[in-house]
T-cell receptor, first 114, second 107 residues
Framework: DAGITQSPRHKVTETGTPVTLRCHQT?????MYWYRQDPGHGLRLIHY???????DKGEVSDGYSVSRSKTEDFLLTLESATSSQTSVYFC?????????????FGPGTRLLVL | KNEVEQSPQNLTAQEGEFITINCSYS?????LHWLQQHPGGGIVSLFM???GKKKHGRLIATINIQEKHSSLHITASHPRDSAVYIC?????????FGAGTRLTVKP
């Protein structure tokens, strides 16, 4: 199994509060991704990173920001959480050529915004 | 309209049956991925392919670029194959996912 961890694994928060999810890898892979998974929508790409301090937006980036100050960590921040951001969030990594290669997924973070 | 369509949405099979899950897409892609999501929620990448066919154990994935279609086959299905199978396509530095096919294999 690829060494990917996500923290926290579960979180309940209130509307309007900031939330940061962390993805940590021990594989030294270049690419990291954040997805959300919702019933009826499947998985959707939020943001991805192709190196330290290099990030780009995915399909559903509004309301989210990311940061990558170290190779091993990719943070997803909800500046002011809304109920529509209740979801399961998955982090993934890939080694060298991004979306053209196999991705390895973390265990997921279940976020509930009340 | 979703760029990636999977069929069927749900599939129930008896152990030992040959399974086919289909994926059609509407955009020009760089690669196509098949993922497996276990009942506990974990996601595993099964295949990434941009042409032809790949095989891993009892799993076979094929893609026809001209027809914008891919299939995932499972031979000699087993109850442990029960999961949601997800098709995804890479294009323009983005990924789009199908809604998934829920497979249940009964003993």
């Amino acid at each position: 199994d690829a060494g990917i961890t996500q923290s926290p694994r579960h979180k309940v928060t209130e509307t309007g509060t900031p939330v940061t999810l962390r993805c940590h890898q021990t594989e030294n892979h270049r690419y990291m991704y954040w997805y959300r998974q919702d019933p009826g929508h499947g998985l959707r790409l939020i943001h991805y990173s192709y190196g330290v301090k290099d990030t780009d937006k995915g399909e559903v980036s509004d309301g989210y920001s990311v940061s990558r100050s170290k190779t091993e960590d990719f943070l997803l921040t909800l500046e002011s959480a809304t109920s529509s951001q209740t979801s399961v969030y998955f982090c993934a990594i890939s080694e060298d050529v991004g979306l053209l290669e196999t991705q390895y997924f973390g265990p997921g973070t279940r976020l509930l915004v009340l | 309209k979703n760029e990636v369509e999977q069929s069927p949405q749900n599939l129930t099979a008896q152990e030992g049956e040959f399974i086919t899950i289909n994926c059609s897409y509407s955009v020009g892609i760089s690669a196509l991925h098949w993922l497996q999501q276990h009942p506990g929620g974990g996601i595993v990448s099964l295949f990434m392919l941009s042409s032809g066919k790949k095989k891993h154990g009892r799993l076979i994935a094929t893609i026809n670029i001209q027809e914008k279609h891919s299939s995932l086959h499972i031979t000699a299905s087993h109850p442990r194959d029960s999961a949601v199978y997800i098709c995804a396509v890479s294009y323009n530095n983005d990924m789009r996912f199908g809604a998934g096919t829920r497979l249940t294999v009964k003993p």
